[in-house]
Nanobody
Framework: QVQLVESGGGLVQAGGSLRLSCTAS????????MGWYRQAPGRQREWVAV???????TEADSVKGRFTISRDNTKNTVYLQMNTLKPEDTAVYYC????????????WGQGTQVTVSS
């Protein structure tokens, strides 16, 4: 089992920055990918960014150039640096961890609210 705890959400004006953190505990050696998803009111949850166990990042086109995902394996923590925030970035942001084969499992954090005012 893996537990994920997010922090760093809040209210920010358009053009501002926030940094989200997500720390894993439990069976952390089983984690392969860690990433971020978001869900705005009335919309489906969407993928934002993912980073491999080796540190290779990938961001969605909608946030590329503004958001950066990174990972510190020594702290079992994944970060999402969000710059040049827009009102459409407003959502609950969820941390996700996927474990290695053969027993691939998905774990989710409780979510952290990010609100960008115009």
């Amino acid at each position: 089992q893996v537990q994920l705890v997010e922090s760093g959400g809040g209210l920010v004006q358009a053009g501002g920055s926030l940094r989200l953190s997500c720390t894993a505990s439990g069976s952390t050696s089983s984690i392969n990918f860690m990433g971020w998803y978001r869900q705005a009111p009335g919309r489906q949850r969407e993928w934002v960014a993912v980073v491999s166990s080796g540190g290779t990042p990938t961001e969605a086109d909608s946030v590329k150039g503004r958001f950066t995902i990174s990972r510190d394996n020594t702290k079992n923590t994944v970060y999402l640096q969000m710059n040049t925030l827009k009102p459409e970035d407003t959502a609950v942001y969820y941390c996700n961890a996927k474990t290695r084969p053969p027993a691939i499992s998905n774990y989710w954090g409780q979510g952290t609210q990010v609100t960008v005012s115009s």
